[in-house]
């Protein structure tokens, strides 16, 4: 053998078809219409002022009037809801808990989802399908019915304390609701299938023989699970988290109904902002931090990583 | 032409050596995947050292064997035994056993280096040793300039040296290598061969390999157990194999090999005769077999033992066969003759092409006469 055949770059890949972009263009324009178009109206609407009108805002722009009233509105412009946002302590305090309730959430998903995906991807195969029928089930009921169910369970002379009394485990009934430990619990229980399958995905598509190779090097099981395994299933890790804690930053519903007094997370905070307060510029000024606080360290992430297989490479 | 390489081995034999202890023992395998048996009441013994070679068509169960050893699969009945111990309930982590697995099963998140040293860092070898030995095995392998590269980077061929230098690197006292030389080009098969025999004479280690080359088998093997359906057919050198093979089935199955059917008509202390009247030949060898006049036998005999002449033998000689060369492939340091009966059967003879001239070839269509000598073929029984 050759050095030169030995170098050779892989066989060069398959020609696409012709019209193959139009597959990928049609979910790009859907994404361009329906998320960039309403992120330009309501970046627009921040730096917009607030006022008692329909809509409650100054200006707006009469995009048929020409360039010359746009170019006024532009002059109308004002950056001070941004500023507001840093002077009052609620928002960043807001932002902060609901960064540690989507970390701590994730975690806690990621401890109950993996065992779940990984006994999926073990189970036999005529089982699997059912398995993966058996997370996805949940979302066949509404999302707001489960977590109103939630209430039924962890309220005071809920389920789960009449259960615990029986059994007597304990004698005074807990005060789950209305804390940041009944907003865990709902997080975990709704966002578990977002979890659960990246990581079933990953796990599933792996081949027993490297843990066998692994053992036969002299790996015990545990070890090798470390070593070969949840490497291996790091994707579907990765997505995982992405997919919990990206939506759980923003939550509303469930820190709204399960949460007490002191769970203030950006989406109540947000929530509080449009209807209560009607101060449309400042939530969407909100609205608008929040994108940037989740996209940007994404976006970091993810130039990391290509850059890290471009060095592999 | 195959048979000779193997004999170039030195005198080592403790299969011979009633006093020799078995290293790797099977002692009445069987092994069942629910209904269907893959390992069949399998005894065999393999001794310390030894370079151990399966041979047998798709399916026979040698994988299932090795893996028996590795300890993936326990026996259904039966006893796997190393160095006198039965390695039943001992898990693959604790077995002094490597395996190079037919399908590599390189970790792809590692890089070469780092699948190489896998078994090393499990042992808790120390780091300068580690390193010595991953370059030692990335030498043998001829992968220094890949050392950096994750599995999907290579080429299949490279992939496979891989998995073959990760089996190697933990020198361990039983190596069962799956098909290790399968994807590698001939030339580079060849060395590696050469390297690996080289390697387990130098280290002293057993070696189990599994192959379906048996030209490879001949060339690595101290000795070749020839399967089918998860049971030995002959387990013998392989000179043994080829000169005189237990069964039609190992005759042909290794080699190529000339099968005529017909009945022992005399049968003498060191001699034979043997009728088969569907050829009309009368075939005389200096064999004693364990078959009675009249027994239906088969005569096998190597294409490159027999002769082929324009000249007919002297009338009534033994060992003679007549027909018509019907082709002739001509393959450069030999010539391949298909000679056709007047019974319609083929008989192949081979022969060495020893000048670029000859002064009367023999062509297409013919007459000629094949002969063998008292000693060139084998009577087989079943
Ligand atoms: N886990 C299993 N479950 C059921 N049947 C199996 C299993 N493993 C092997 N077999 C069967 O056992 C038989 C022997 O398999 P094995 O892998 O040992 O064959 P092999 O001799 O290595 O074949 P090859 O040369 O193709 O690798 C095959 O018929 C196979 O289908
Ligand atoms: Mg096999």
């Known amino acids: 053998m050759t050095a030169a055949a030995d170098t050779a770059p892989p066989a060069a890949r398959q020609r696409s078809h012709p019209l193959a972009w139009l597959v990928v263009a049609i979910p790009y324009a859907w994404l361009a219409f329906f998320f960039l178009v309403p992120f330009f109206i309501v970046l627009k609407i921040s730096f917009s002022t607030s006022a008692i009108a329909q809509p409650p805002y100054t200006p707006i722009i009469d995009i048929f009037g020409g360039l010359g009233s746009i170019f006024s509105a532009l ?168 997919l919990v804690f990206i939506p759980v930053t923003g939550e509303f519903v469930i820190p709204d109904l399960l949460g007490g007094t002191d769970t203030v997370m950006i989406g109540k905070t947000l929530w509080n902002e449009f209807f209560s307060n009607r101060d449309w510029p400042l939530a969407s000024a909100v609205a608008v931090v929040l994108l940037l606080l989740l996209v940007v360290p994404i976006v970091v992430f993810q130039n990391q990583e290509r850059k890290q297989q471009e060095r592999e490479s | 032409m195959v048979a000779a390489v193997g004999s170039v081995r030195r005198s080592f034999a403790p299969w011979n050596d009633p006093a020799s202890k078995p290293f790797i023992e099977f002692r009445g395998v069987t092994k069942r995947f629910a209904d269907f048996v893959a390992v069949d009441d399998l005894s065999l013994v393999i001794y310390e050292r030894e370079f151990f070679a399966l041979l047998g068509p798709s399916g026979c169960g040698k994988t299932t064997l090795m893996r028996m050893v590795a300890g993936f699969e326990e026996p259904t009945e039966g006893a796997v035994l190393l160095d006198g111990q039965d390695l039943a309930g001992v898990p693959p982590y604790r077995r002094p056993t490597n395996m190079m697995f037919q399908s590599y099963a390189l970790f792809p998140h590692m890089s070469v280096e780092q699948n190489i040293a896998f078994g090393l860092r499990q042992d808790r070898t120390p780091k300068g040793e580690i390193a010595e030995r991953v370059e030692e095995m990335l030498n043998l392998v001829k992968l220094k300039p890949f050392a950096r590269r994750k599995p999907h980077q290579l080429s299949g061929g490279q992939r496979q040296r891989v998995a073959l230098a990760r089996s190697l690197a933990k020198k361990p006292k039983v190596l069962l290598l799956d098909e290790p030389l399968g994807a590698l080009d001939k030339k580079l098969r060849e060395e590696t061969q050469f390297e690996l025999i080289d390697l387990q004479q130098k280290l002293g280690l057993t070696f189990l390999i599994v192959t379906h080359d048996q030209e490879e088998a001949m060339t690595v093997a101290d000795r070749i157990a020839v399967m089918n359906h998860g049971k030995v057919i002959q387990v013998a050198t392989p000179a043994e194999i080829y000169e005189q093979p237990n069964s039609r089935y190992v005759a042909d199955f290794i080699g190529n090999v000339n099968l005529i059917q017909g009945r022992v008509s005399a049968s003498a202390t060191g001699a034979t005769r043997i009728e088969a009247p569907g050829t009309g030949a009368v075939i005389e060898l200096d064999q004693a077999i364990d078959a009675k006049v009249g027994d239906q036998v088969w005569f096998a005999i190597r294409p490159e033992k027999v002769r082929i002449s324009l000249d007919a033998p002297l009338p009534g000689s033994p060992n003679a066969l007549s027909g018509e060369v019907w082709d002739i492939g001509y393959l450069g340091d030999v010539s391949i003759y298909h000679v056709r009966l007047a019974s319609g059967a083929t008989v192949t003879a081979t022969v060495t092409n020893q000048s670029r001239v000859v002064e009367r070839p023999i062509t297409w269509e013919d007459k000629v006469w094949l002969t063998w000598s008292r000693n060139g073929g084998v009577v087989l029984a079943k």
Not at chain 1, 105 to 114: C, P
Not at chain 1, 147 to 156: D, Q, S
Not at chain 1, 181 to 199: D, Q, R, T
Request: proline fraction near 6%; charged fraction near 15%; include cysteine.
């Open chain 1, 75 to 242: 002059r109308e412009f004002t950056t001070d809801n941004y500023v507001f946002l840093t002077e009052d302590s609620l928002y960043w305090r807001s932002y902060l808990q609901s960064l540690e309730i989507a970390a701590i959430s994730t975690f806690l998903t990621l401890l109950v989802g993996y065992p779940m995906a990984y006994g999926m991807a073990r189970a036999s195969r005529a089982w699997r399908p059912m398995l993966v029928m058996l997370v996805i089930l949940p979302f066949w009921t509404s999302f707001l019915i489960r977590v109103y169910a939630w209430i039924g369970i962890l309220k005071k002379e809920g389920l789960l304390n009449q259960f615990l009394l029986w059994i007597g485990v304990i004698h005074e009934p807990l005060t789950i609701l209305n804390t940041n430990l009944a907003v865990y619990i709902g997080i975990v229980y709704s966002y578990l299938p977002f979890m659960v399958l990246p990581l079933y995905a990953a796990l599933e598509k792996m081949d027993d023989t490297l843990l066998e190779a692994a053992q036969d090097l002299g790996c015990p099981p545990i070890q090798a699970f470390w070593k070969v395994t949840f490497p291996l299933s790091l994707p579907g890790v990765v997505a995982g988290c992405f």
